[in-house]
């Protein structure tokens, strides 16, 4: 099976879901763990679809599957990083998770269309329910 690079929009998504196994021996970029952490806020914060009890029980359950993920730092690639912003038009955050996907050979999963289209140029790409419907047809 592909090593996989998620971004937050489906890690999101995959707690959501309660399928987090997908996570588990697999790769975030160190800056998803606060987006992901601002988006439970967002939530039961502004948005209010979460209550203060489920936001936290959210947040611990991410905690724990994060504990069976590898970090990655995008330290020492920021030229490549702005070079593939300037190439394809996507943020310098974005980008960041192009370059770290094509540098350590993992599969980009995310739930941005936008991102998966510009990315899917340079590194394969998938969202969450494409992953879990192979996952699920190869079973």
Known sequence: MDKLLFDASSIIYSLKLRKIR???GNYVQWLTVYEVVNAIWK???L???????EAKELLEIFLEVLGHMTILEPRS???KILNIALETGLTAYDASY???AREKGLKLVTEDSKLRERAGELVETS???QL???HYSQV
């Open 22 to 24: 997908i996570l588990a």
């Open 43 to 45: 939530e039961a914060g």
């Open 47 to 53: 948005v209010g679809s979460l209550s203060l009890k």
């Open 77 to 79: 690639y920021e030229l």
């Open 98 to 100: 192009v370059v770290l």
């Open 127 to 129: 969202s969450l329910d």
């Open 132 to 134: 879990l419907e192979n």
